[in-house]
């Protein structure tokens, strides 16, 4: 043991490794140092910020009961660190404490925790078992990038999934949400190719823009009553996705929502819901059949635009606005009855329906002035 002196502030030596005066903080380990195994003094309290980062050969590192903090980055990039276990005494765990550890495939908390930061576990990519602590959140990029986690169980205490916590994962098959899940957050389980199932618990509220983006292998969805905000492009590009029963209470369906849903082939809207966003089911090309409920009063730009299969919809009575190219390249679709309240149909808005034949309008209403100054007279059914 010697005394080294750096800016001013004094650290004990312990054969290469840099610890506090006082012998509570771990403060730095060699990067080089040659042993595969180390265990902590009993009397540390903290691993510093940094402490492991980088570290070249250890594969085993024992951290004592007496540890309640682990700081930001402290093995960030060990690259032969293979299983951690957390004692119940750690408390704190901090922004990309372990993250991009090449090799880490198991993770063990024997405890809850108070605080873990934002890419714990980013870029873990051997990572295959974290049984996950007792927490109010999933931090946001968690697990980011965990390429061989196939499965995880969250306890029930989890409220919030925040945002990108397990994007990128792409062998995640299954997981099982806590019971008291309010939020799951934007880009959550985006790119998760592999989840071919979720249930979505009674209770959540809320699912963030482009949570599930590219879930490529989802083919089924219940929303429940309790979900009243649905982000944009929530379920974009999720191309087996063929069921979806919606809850009662979403008022709007987002930008993007369902764009490139190849796979569905019947929607049925909710009362809830009076407004369809932009490009919400935009390029569904399998799409044959829209039920859309009273109480609708927007249809916005590009909705329903490229739904090439489409040929069976009832606008109901309440709508007040169809948007630009809501219904462009709707090819299949041979009638629609434009309701006489609406008072705006934007610029094209069934542009290329090649196979349309009937548009039943009211008389002297503002859809027939729309179809006779746009040169589709001949469309026209009373």
Do not use: W
């Not at 094209?348 to 040169?375: H, I, P, R, T, W």
């Amino acid at each position: 043991m010697k005394y080294v002196y750096k800016d001013g502030v004094m650290y004990i030596k312990i054969k290469g490794v840099l610890y506090d005066q006082n012998m509570e903080n771990l403060v730095k380990f060699p990067s080089n140092k040659d042993i595969e195994s180390f265990t902590l003094p009993n009397e540390i309290k903290v691993i510093e910020k940094g402490a492991f980062k980088k570290n070249k050969n250890l594969k085993e590192i024992t951290i004592s009961e007496n540890i309640t903090r682990i700081k930001k980055k402290a093995f960030k990039k060990s690259k032969k660190l293979k299983n951690i276990i957390i004692p119940e005494e750690v408390q704190f765990i901090g922004k990309s404490a372990f993250e991009k550890c090449c090799k880490l495939k198991r993770v063990e908390f024997q405890g809850p925790l108070q605080k873990l930061g934002s890419a714990a576990f980013s870029g873990c990519k051997k990572l295959e078992y974290i049984n996950f602590p007792e927490l109010s959140y999933v931090p946001s990029l968690c697990f980011s990038e965990c390429y061989s986690l196939e499965k995880i169980e969250l306890p029930d205490t989890i409220k919030i999934i925040k945002e990108s916590a397990f994007s990128d994962c792409k062998s995640l098959k299954e997981i099982k949400l806590s019971k008291s899940l309010t939020t799951i957050g934007a880009l959550a389980f985006c790119e998760t190719t592999k989840l071919h199932n979720i249930e979505l618990p009674d209770g959540l509220k809320v699912i963030g823009d482009r949570a599930f983006k590219e879930a490529t292998s989802l083919e089924e969805l219940k929303i429940p009553c309790s979900v009243f905000t649905l982000g944009a492009g929530a379920f974009e590009d999720c191309k087996l996705l063929n069921k979806i029963d919606f809850g009662c209470n979403v008022p709007i369906i987002d930008e993007l929502t369902f764009h490139g849903c190849d796979s569905l082939k019947t929607i049925d809207i909710p009362e809830s819901v009076e407004a369809i966003k932009s490009f919400a089911f935009s390029s569904c090309k399998q799409l044959e059949t829209i039920i859309l409920k009273n109480g609708l009063k927007d249809i916005d730009d590009c909705a329903f635009i490229g739904c090439v299969n489409l040929n069976n919809i009832e606008l109901p009575k309440s709508l007040l606005k169809i948007g630009d190219s809501a219904f462009q390249y709707c090819s299949r679709l041979e009638s629609i009855e434009i309701p006489s309240l609406v008072t705006y149909i934007g610029n094209l808005a069934f542009d290329n329906c090649l196979s349309l034949k009937s548009v039943k309008v009211e008389k002297d209403s503002y859809a027939e002035k729309y179809m006779k100054d746009n040169g589709l007279e001949e469309l026209i059914t009373y």
